[in-house]
């Protein structure tokens, strides 16, 4: 065999540089696929090995050149190590060794130095080892970003590269890193542990693009999950503090937190307030000194206590409209007040705003409390997922709300219109010897007032005018109930106006709700002996036009509104009606009637226009005091129902 | 977050003494229709007003002021009231013909007591000063209308000088979904 | 305004339905004056039904609290919205009261004291 090939085979370089080879073929599989972030590193340290290999090839100098590619190649796992948070510094004292370990060996040629000093390389890289490997077991899950390969990985590694000074420190005798042990057999097998190291990388890498994909499944899953929950929550009651309540209820189990909490920016104020707490959520800001720390005291102050705006990590978190993610408290100094007390320690915390377009309407905040468990970039993003679904839900609620509201108050006044349509009297009946006219215009669609006009019995009418307090449903329903027992009970032999009144009073008051108040006025009128009865409960005084002496008279009873008192009794007036006559009934709104300058129409007006008009026919004399009215009144609005029912009597 | 602890004021010339612009109504003394006079009074609010049960609650314990202490319940004796309403304002006068409320000065003191009971949260010492009571309170009286009445009228609630006719004011602040951002 | 009571083991809950005024609050303290004679140790009382609440009304609450804490015995009122809710705040009274949210959270706390 040629020498040449003898040499090689017997050279070292073979077995040292098919390890390398192992390591640069590996990279070129893996440098197509994956990023992996260390992957430079791991190429220059293919590099360096090959380069000092080559180079002890050639120049088989004393130790130089393995000292230097030890040197290298820890100075590149350290950089391997600095690639994950927190940075890892090379140390200086790395250098100053570095240095005490190269020089000898540069040197050696030189001067003839004994065979110990080559005790120098190994042992000087040793220290440097033990010293990395320490670094390398203080990674812990919680200091370091991807902690799981280098975890996994370090054990082989460290046990790798201090065997192999190890073994070159006892071979020094025999040539230390030249020894034919340590070239052919530890060399290339520490340079086989770069590849495996490298192997745990690429798996990592992996098993993140798996998990990420998992994380992803799970996201949508419980996405899916929270929004059939809301539907359903939303369409059994439509309330938006339950939805909120099941909004953070989630949240919190979702990425398994201590605690969380939304708060909505308040509808008229520039505060944000709590609407829904779950679990143990300590209040992110500094507590007053006065609030007793007791846990139940904290809860207390921290849901009643609304936050400015542009306070608090909370303020800070809407104003900006970013999310905040503070993974370690320790390390921000927004939650410094944290560190201080027990009760109102926060781990880890994560904020994120609910917007719709370009509003911000709140904020949803969970806590972790264990100092063992913070949360992750993925918690982060899992929880900003769940903000953006639940904006747009809450921003939907708002305004459908908003619309039942509008609705629900248009729908309150149409019911409460229809009751009404139903209750006045269709046509006004015909009788004869007396002639009527009634008029009535509600000031906001519903109105308050109500009359009526009975035919009792042949012979006798009953008038009634109404003014129910209170709006809306109810008050139609009193009007519904006065009309019922006036109707019921005006056929009745024997009835009086006055004792009318007493049942009808009797038969509302002292119902469980309010809005159960009316002033009324009664009349009866008999046309055989025109006999005048007239009986009221607070309403204003009858109004009774003397044809013969173009003058007016009034007629008044004492009395409470009715719906006050079950036992109120009523007392009752009467006179005697002659031909031409007018009676009139009327209602606040007509003589408060008011025009732009605060005036009000008043009872004068009325009077006037009747005496000037008392010719007329009751049908003709409404409108006469119609136009009067709105003539006087103006532009102005409208603020009160208008009533007034006219009687004449012929003649 | 700070408070200021509210007063009532004496001020006789106060933009809420005001009247103009405002119906009128004039009401004889009579405790059983407090709340029917209420009722009257509130009718004129606007339906858009939020929370109108509890502008008809605050209204009603001042009638009840007027009526109860300062007309001692005597129905020869009348109240008159102002009051006036938009969707953003609720506006009220009440005089009664009494001799005024005496002890406003007193009132103020044992409020800021109370407020700063509260602010420590000291639920004991708070117990203390749940009820304003005078030589005129009766069982009946739970003396607390005025704590809620000084809160609620933000616009003030103020006396003439005589102490029998009060003016009170509040804004309702307009309401608005969401922030915006710019 | 009209009062009903119910036990529940050795709690009695007074439902109050319909609004508690000047006119009518008395009602409420002389019943639970009445059950305090007849030797009841534990109270609370159901506001879910009042949507109405004036000062009389929070003086026979406030009146009601503080025998029952002089007597050392428990209360605890419940369900309080809307305007009932407002004015207890209004008058700052939210920490003074034993409140609380359901009927149900209130049997629950009277039994821990």
């Known amino acids: 065999m040629p020498d040449f090939i003898l040499s090689i085979i017997n050279n070292s370089f073979w077995a040292k540089g098919l390890s390398a080879l192992v390591l640069l073929v590996y990279l070129r599989k893996i440098g197509s696929q994956a990023e992996i972030p260390v ?159 490298l192997s745990f990388w690429e798996r990592f890498v992996e098993d993140e693009k798996n998990r990420q994909l998992v994380t992803m499944e799970k996201n949508l899953g419980s996405l899916f999950e929270f929004m059939i929950t809301i539907g359903n929550a939303i369409s059994e009651k439509l309330e938006m503090d339950k939805v909120l309540d099941f909004v953070v209820r989630s949240a919190v189990k979702a990425i398994n937190a201590d605690g969380g909490a939304v708060f909505l920016v308040d509808e008229f104020e520039d505060v944000l307030k709590v609407k829904a707490v779950e679990g143990d959520f300590p209040p992110p800001y500094q507590v007053p000194a006065k609030v007793k720390l007791r846990i139940k005291d904290l809860a207390n102050y921290f849901q009643s206590t609304p936050i400015p705006l542009d306070k608090t990590i909370v303020g800070e978190c809407a104003m900006t409209h970013q999310g905040i993610y503070i993974r370690d408290t320790r390390d921000d100094p927004r939650m410094a007040q944290n560190a201080q007390l027990d009760q109102i320690y926060i781990a880890s915390i994560i904020l994120v705003p609910l917007m719709q377009g370009k509003k911000v309407f709140g904020v949803l905040a969970v806590v972790s409390r264990r100092g063992n468990f913070l949360f992750t970039a993925d918690h982060f993003s899992q929880i900003r997922t769940f903000a953006d679904y639940t904006s747009l839900t809450i921003n939907s609620l708002f305004t459908y709300l908003q619309l039942l509201e509008k609705q629900e108050m248009e729908k309150e006044v149409g019911i409460a219109a229809e009751i009404q349509g139903q209750l006045l009297p269709s046509s006004l009946p015909r009788v004869s010897s007396i002639s009527l006219a009634a008029f009535s215009l509600p000031a906001k669609g519903v109105s308050g007032d109500y009359y009526d006009i009975i035919n009792i019995r042949k012979g006798q009418i009953l008038l009634a005018v109404c003014d129910v307090a209170g709006k809306g449903i109810p008050a139609s329903l009193v009007m519904v109930m006065i009309r019922t027992i006036i109707h019921l009970v005006a056929h009745q032999p024997g009835m009086s106006v006055s004792r009318i009144l007493d049942i009808v009073n009797w038969g509302i008051a002292g119902k469980v709700s309010l809005d159960r108040f009316a002033t009324v006025a009664l009349l009866t009128y008999d046309f055989v002996n025109h006999r005048l009865e007239y009986s009221n409960a607070a309403h204003h005084p009858l109004l009774i036009f003397r044809a013969a002496s173009k003058t007016f008279e009034t007629l008044d009873t004492e009395g409470i509104p009715i719906g006050l008192e079950k036992k109120t009794k009523y007392s009752q007036l009467h006179t005697v009606l002659h031909p031409a006559d007018i009676v009139v009934l009327y209602t606040d709104g007509i003589i408060e009637a008011m025009n732009d300058q605060g005036t009000q129409y008043s009872l004068e007006s009325l009077q006037q226009v009747i005496l000037v008009h008392c010719e007329l026919p009751p049908e003709k004399l409404k409108r006469t005091i119609i136009e009067n009215m709105n003539s006087f009144v103006g532009k102005a609005k409208q603020h009160d129902d208008q009533t007034f029912v006219l009687m004449k009597i012929d003649g | 977050m700070s408070h200021d602890i509210k007063e009532l004021i004496i001020n006789e010339n106060h933009p809420l003494f005001d009247r103009t612009g405002m119906f009128f109504k004039e009401f004889p003394s009579d405790f059983r229709q407090i709340r029917y006079f209420t009722l009257l009074v509130v009718q004129k609010a606007p339906p858009e007003i939020k929370e109108i049960n509890l502008l008809e609650q605050q209204i009603s314990e001042i009638i009840k002021n007027a009526v109860k202490h300062g007309n001692r319940n005597n129905p020869e004796k009348k109240i008159r009231v102002w009051y006036s309403f938009s969707t953003g304002h609720a506006h009220l006068i009440v005089e009664d013909e009494g001799e005024g409320f005496q002890g406003i000065e007193e009132w103020n003191l044992f409020n800021r007591k109370r407020v700063e009971a509260f602010l420590s949260q000291d639920f004991d010492d708070l117990g203390n000063y749940v009820s304003y009571r005078t030589t005129r309170s009766d069982e009946h009286d739970g003396g607390n209308a005025m704590f809620a009445a000084v809160e609620y009228w933000n616009d003030g609630v103020v006396f003439n000088n005589v102490h029998n006719a009060v003016a009170v004011g509040k804004t309702f602040p307009q309401r608005r979904v969401g922030l915006e951002i710019d | 305004m009209d009062l009903k009571i119910r036990k529940h083991g050795e709690t009695y809950i007074i439902d109050v339905n319909g609004e508690m005024d000047l006119y009518n609050s008395y009602k409420l303290k002389e019943l639970v004056m009445k059950m305090l004679e007849k030797k009841v140790e534990r109270f609370i009382i159901n506001m879910e039904n009042v949507d109405y609440i004036d000062s009389s009304g929070i003086g026979a609450l406030i009146y009601i609290c503080s025998t029952i804490k002089k007597m050392n015995l428990r209360l605890m009122i419940c369900n309080i919205h809307g305007s009932v809710k407002k004015v207890i705040e209004l008058t700052k009274l939210m920490g003074y009261f034993p409140i609380a949210g359901t009927v149900e959270d209130a049997i629950q706390k009277i039994a821990t004291p």
Not at chain 1, 82 to 97: L, M
Not at chain 1, 124 to 148: D, H, P
């Open chain 1, 39 to 197: 992957l430079s590193d791991f190429r220059r340290l293919a590099l360096v090995l090959l380069a000092t290999d080559l180079a002890l090839f050639f120049l088989p100098f004393v130790w130089v050149f393995p000292a230097l590619q030890g040197l290298g190649v820890l100075y590149l796992h350290y950089r391997i190590l600095g690639a994950s948070s927190p940075p890892t510094k090379v140390p200086v004292f790395f250098w100053i060794a570095g240095l005490c370990a190269l020089v000898p060996g540069i040197l050696s040629p030189i001067l003839a130095w004994p065979v110990w000093v080559g005790a120098a390389g190994p042992a000087v890289l040793l220290l440097l080892w033990i010293q990395f490997a320490i670094r390398l077991y203080s990674v812990s899950e919680f200091n370091t970003e991807r902690s799981s390969v280098i975890m996994a990985s370090r054990r082989s590694l460290v046990q790798a590269m201090i065997g192999l000074q190890v073994v070159a420190l006892v071979l020094v005798p025999w040539g230390g890193y030249l020894s034919p042990f340590v070239q052919m057999l530890a060399f290339p097998l520490a340079n086989l542990v770069h590849s495996w190291t």
